[in-house]
Structure formats: C-alpha cells, structure tokens
C-alpha cells in the first residue's frame, strides 16, 4: 500500500516542487493551500503524469482552529497521513514593537497550527 504525504503550502515554491518528488516517488498526496484553482491544477497534473491519488484541501491555516478543522476533515474522510511536510508559512522583519499586532497572530498561528496533527 502507498503511503500518503500531507504537504502544506504546496500550490506554489518549495511546497509545488515537493509535491512533484513525492508523486515522482509514487506517494499519495494531501495538498493544503489557500487556492483552490491552483491546487486542482496541480491534483491534475500529478494524477496525469504519477498515477497517484491526489486530495487537495483549500483552506487558510493562518486563521484561528485551522488546524482542529483540517484534523476533523481527514478522519472524517480516513485519511491517514504517513509523511508531513508543513511547507506553509511566512514571515516578517523589523522592531517586534512597530510590528502589525494582527499579521504577528496569524504568523503564529499559520506556523503553530500543525502539532494538532499529531
């Protein structure tokens, strides 16, 4: 039986050219990201081209109990995840205390939010 790889942040960069090596290497895939256009182009690509199964979730997992409802989705569905990549993320720069006081929360949270997976 395959395993399955969940990788966040996979419609574009680094989290895109992972979900190519695992499909390459003939993984199932959970592909996680905010576009869901982009992400149903890619599922069609990787089926096309690896003969894998590929389930895309478009959610955004800066927002608050994005984790528990991405938990919820995959057991609701049986989903079960062998290899996480947590590819999603972004950052910022410059003194904490001039900082936007939201963009840090959703940092946080975007950057926290897959130990619920566990």
Known sequence: MRQTALITGASSGIGYELSQIFAENQYNLVLIARRQEKLQEIQANLKKNYQVNVIVISQDLAQNNAAQ??????????????????????????FFVESNWEKMQQMIQLNGCIPVLR
Do not use: P, S, W
């Open 69 to 94: 409802v991405l938990f919820d989705t995959l057991n609701q569905q049986k989903i079960k995840i062998d290899v996480l990549v947590n590819n999603a993320g972004f950052g910022d720069y410059g």
